[in-house]
């Protein structure tokens, strides 16, 4: 027997929102990596590499010591990973600091304090310093850098390299949510809204950032997009809407999102029972690990 839509479906706000903030913070951590390994500049052959990578680098240094911030950078990542030269982690480090603190007339570049960030928090060329890396991240994402935001946004959060900051964290979330690819960054901001941490409490504003993160094809956002849709919360209903959401939250690989479109289906919620539909939506769901979805393939 399947159970009434308001028996089942999660609120954002309630039932799992700082489950899955905690768990979304635990993915940005693991997603960041060494400079050394991670990062790399335009080349300029179609296959990612210099047609001279000595010359090219000759040119970086020529143009570094006129004092042109973005070709200290250039340099910087050339001499992280050995290209055009032996590597050497330590003047690449020095090169980013130069481009980041930007002593000339050239202004700095937000791509040298973000490496000189992964740089220091990492021990790249030199030794840990999460306060410092903290620092430079939070110039990297004043100046637009995404990544430099997503990262910053962490550290306030769990209180790397300084104290808890929530309405950092907040407010750095969002600077990446509104020039994020991912959309993780929105779902992760959405949820502090939703949840009042950092600030108050906006579902309106928090559904906005999770249907924006679901636009980005982030699963979790178009998760808790569907159930702020379903639950009326910040003045959101729309079921058929809320049927797509749930959708791409499932196709996303989102366990939680094929239950729901499951639940949505059996019941006529938003369109058309389908109890075949359902069925192979729950299946799905309890091959991912949602206990609710294996009894309710039993009810059909």
């Given at each position: 027997m399947i159970k009434p839509m308001s028996a089942l479906y999660p609120t954002a706000a309630l039932a799992r929102g700082l489950l899955i903030l905690r768990r979304y913070a635990a993915?940005?951590?693991l997603a960041m990596v060494p400079l050394s390994s991670a990062h790399?500049?335009?080349?300029?052959?179609?296959d990612g590499s210099y047609a001279d990578p000595v010359k090219a680098r000759a040119d970086q240094k020529r143009s570094c010591e006129q004092g042109y911030p973005a070709s200290c950078t250039g340099l910087a990542i050339m001499l992280a990973n050995g290209e055009g030269g032996p590597k050497d982690l330590a003047g690449a480090r020095s090169l980013f600091r130069r481009a980041c603190e930007g002593n000339s007339g050239y202004g700095t570049t937000s791509d040298g304090c973000h490496n000189l960030g992964i740089m220091l928090e990492y021990g790249e060329g030199g030794g840990v310093d999460l306060a410092e890396a903290r620092r430079f991240?939070?110039?990297a994402c004043s100046g637009g850098t995404t990544q430099a935001c997503s990262r910053v946004g962490l550290m306030f959060y769990r209180g790397e390299g300084g104290p808890v900051d929530l309405p950092a964290a907040r407010g750095s979330w969002w600077r990446a949510c509104q020039s994020s690819g991912d959309g993780k960054e929105c779902?992760?901001?959405?949820?502090m809204v939703v949840n009042g941490l950092g600030g108050e409490v906006n579902p309106a504003e928090a559904g906005r950032a999770f249907e924006r993160g679901c636009e980005l094809k982030d699963g979790g956002s178009c998760n808790q997009f569907g159930?702020?849709?379903?639950?009326?919360?910040?003045g959101l209903l729309d079921l058929p809407k809320a049927r797509q959401a749930y959708s791409g939250a499932c196709q996303l690989g989102i366990a939680e999102g094929c239950n729901n479109l499951g639940i949505m289906l059996a019941n006529g919620h938003g369109g058309a029972v389908d109890l075949p539909g359902a069925r192979s939506l729950f299946r799905r769901a309890c091959d991912g690990g949602v206990a609710n979805a294996c009894e309710a393939v039993k009810g059909l």
């Open positions: 993915c940005l951590a790399a500049q335009s080349k300029d052959l179609p991240y939070s110039y779902n992760l901001y959405g949820l159930s702020m849709l379903v639950n009326r919360e910040g």
